[in-house]
């Protein structure tokens, strides 16, 4: 699979596989628009997969229980049959290609949702991989095939960050970026902000074709790169076994920041110096480069974290990261911190032997994943 896949399925039924997501550098400051994050796909991934219905629709997933949800039509909004906030990606999804396909002049339909999962554990704890980004990325693909819409990557792009932003304001997207691109890529977050006023605007004018017109519209601070795929190193994922809730570490830091008034600035600035050089360093295959600005990019964390009194780098965290310095690696926290997943960037061909049995001493549980290719963008997914 490139990226994640989409195909047709007996019965005139979709499918469509999303990749999970890594951090590399970043963190925090990605989300304010403008500021750079390296990103890398998975490959683990969501499936969802799309059949035709009549006078309903549901949504059914492995991961929140077997029993599927029902939702209808509430004049021109899709509403479910009662309370469940692990469908708010998935429905906000729908609200938004239904949105731009109606503007298309498409006839919206009734259809079954089946939602599986490879981004967590056998217990539903989640590994950090973004569950939320890959299914939100899965559904906006789905719903272009079901509605014949064609749109290119970086218009599902759009739409997938608009029904980000309804769920959680403070996203910065480039989970989805990766979910729906694959590889490596560095990425730039929208300026939310403007977004918001543009909704707000095109509500509030009546115009024509209002989600065609922002789509179409030069979106402040947002920008994707793909990156080629290292070949002199490898990226080496290390789970804590703790999950932690990006959303509840953003917002306290976001909350905290004046806290670290004098620091803040100074932190973006350098993550914005610390990711640029990474991405160059990627892209030069430069082995020794990149893994000094991973050094850099957990200082920086560290730093930021003392700062604003938010705890990113957990004990479990800390071991993972020096017992791979101690085979000549780098390595960080991936993501909010706080649990989850660190990642280590080490040179091809080094004996990870010792680093994984302290790994398994300190009850840090090595995930055996590789980096989802690249989607190929004009690839025939018929």
Known sequence: ???????????????????????????????????????VAVDRHVTVRLAPAEGAGSIASDQYGR????????GDRVVLDHDSRPFDYVLAAIDV??????????????YDITITSELDDRSGRKFGLGSSAA?????????DRFYDLGLPTDRLLRLALLATVAVNPMGSGGDVAASLYGGWIRYAAL??????????????????????????????????????????????????????STMRLVEAMQSRKEVAESHYPDFLAASRAC???????????DAPAAKAQIHRARGLLTSL???????????ALRTLCETAESVG??????????????????????????????????DVRHLSLRVQPPREEHADDR
Not at 8 to 34: D, Q, R, S
Not at 275 to 285: H, N, W, Y
Not at 305 to 315: L, Y
Request: glycine share 14%.
């Open 67 to 74: 029993l599927p949800v029902v939702w209808r039509r509430r």
């Open 329 to 362: 690696a780098a390595a960080k926290s991936s993501g909010a911190g706080g649990g989850d997943c660190g990642i280590v960037l080490v040179d091809a061909g080094t004996d990870l032997e010792p680093m994984l049995r302290d790994w398994e001493l300190s």
């Open 191 to 244: 300026d939310r902000e403007w977004l918001r006023a543009s909704l707000a605007a095109g509500e509030e004018s009546g115009a024509d074709r209002p989600l065609t017109a922002l789509l179409g519209a030069d979106w402040p601070g947002l920008s994707v790169r793909r990156l080629p795929e290292p070949r002199t190193m490898r990226l080496v994922v290390g789970w804590t076994g703790v999950p932690a």
């Open 135 to 143: 299914v939100t990325a899965a559904t906006v693909r789905a719903l």
């Open 275 to 285: 990711v640029d050089a990474l991405a160059d360093a990627i892209e030069r295959d």
């Open 1 to 39: 699979m490139s990226g994640g896949t989409t195909g047709g399925v007996p019965g005139g039924a979709i499918e469509v596989c999303a990749p999970g997501k890594l951090f590399v550098a970043g963190e925090y400051a990605v989300v304010e628009a403008g500021y750079p994050a390296v990103l």
């Open 305 to 315: 974290a003392r700062a604003a009194g938010v705890d990113i780098e957990t004990p």
């Open 97 to 110: 290609v239904e949105r731009f396909a109606a503007e298309q002049g498409r006839t919206l339909g009734f």
